[in-house]
């Protein structure tokens, strides 16, 4: 009998107040079915020491739920302290995400994920990955199935992790824009993005929406939803799909996943059922087609 795809859920990339964050990954412990979570900062290390001590707890009531918690580092530490902590996650004896290659020397070898914003898009650069100790790989998001499937043939022995909802990762900055919007400098942002749940969209001058920025990160305008049939991911070696946590009900969006990776709906059902929980924004799956990522396709 095949297995089940998992499902997962990624580190949460938005700033959140304290209490919103853990009455959301409470939710996930006691009420989803997401098999496997990413805890951690990634985006901004200035936000580290405000939901450190949360995220601690909320991971020891995610074990106890069953589920599998797995600490994702900072995409790009840039200051010692952050270099410090980022190399203090990596001495941890059970498995981390890796999303800055920096990480990999406290690594020394321990079993890790690759992340998406790690920079690997071939199977000579997942294979050395592999002999640092890479476990599973979640592909940059522009990576698409024929790409992902084309190394997967070449290590078919890599679990791989394909990012299916959420507003997409595109880019990682050294400046904060949400300080600049706010005429601030990084280092007096005020922690203006908790302003911003889910991002902030960024407009063409001709007014169309286009981007969205969340601190040091682009985003996309749209929220991609990854409506490959289940078939077609396992040829590809997707083991795993990854939803994006956002303020929508995540343990509705989990439940409607799980539906269309067991075969139980179909692409257009599993789109029409997430209506309410895309923000108000374009659904977007190009990416995964070979096309624009903006686009939309049932094909």
Not at 119 to 144: F, H, K
Not at 163 to 176: D, E, M, Q, T, V
Not at 218 to 231: I, K, R
Request: contains cysteine; hydrophobic residues 40%.
């Amino acid at each position: 009998m095949t297995a089940p795809i998992e499902l997962t859920l990624g580190p949460l990339f938005f700033n959140w107040p304290v209490q919103t964050l853990a009455d959301f990954y409470a939710r996930i412990a006691d009420e989803s079915v997401i098999d496997r979570v990413y805890v951690g900062e990634v985006v901004c290390g200035k936000r580290s020491p405000l939901v450190e001590s949360t995220l601690v707890d909320a991971a020891e009531r995610l074990v106890r739920a069953g589920k599998t918690v797995v600490w994702s580092t900072l995409c790009s530490p840039t200051n010692k302290r952050e270099r410090s902590a980022t190399a203090s996650l990596s001495t941890f004896d059970a498995e981390i995400e890796v999303n800055d290659i920096g990480a990999l020397a406290a690594r020394n070898g321990r079993p890790f994920t690759a992340g998406p914003m790690l920079n690997i898009y071939n199977e000579t650069a997942l294979a050395a990955l592999q002999d640092e100790g890479c476990t599973r790989w979640c592909p940059p998001v522009e990576m698409s199935l024929a790409a992902i499937r084309a190394v997967h043939a070449a290590r078919p022995d890599m679990p791989i992790e394909v990012f299916g909802f959420g507003r997409l990762p595109l880019a990682h900055s050294g400046r904060c824009y949400h300080a600049r919007f706010h005429s601030l400098n990084k280092d007096s942002c005020r922690y203006f993005c908790e302003e911003d749940p889910d991002g902030k969209t960024v407009s063409t001058v001709d007014g169309a929406p286009f981007l969205a920025f969340n601190g040091l990160q682009t985003l996309s305008d749209g929220v991609h939803l990854a409506t490959t049939p289940s078939f077609d991911l396992r040829r590809a070696g997707i083991a795993a799909v990854r939803l994006s946590p956002h303020t929508v009900d995540m343990v509705r969006v989990a439940a409607a996943f799980r539906h269309f990776l067991d075969d139980q709906i179909a692409p257009l059902e599993l789109k029409n059922a997430l209506k309410a929980d895309v923000l108000d924004r374009p659904v977007i799956n190009g990416y995964l087609g070979g096309r624009p990522g903006m686009e939309w396709s049932t094909q």
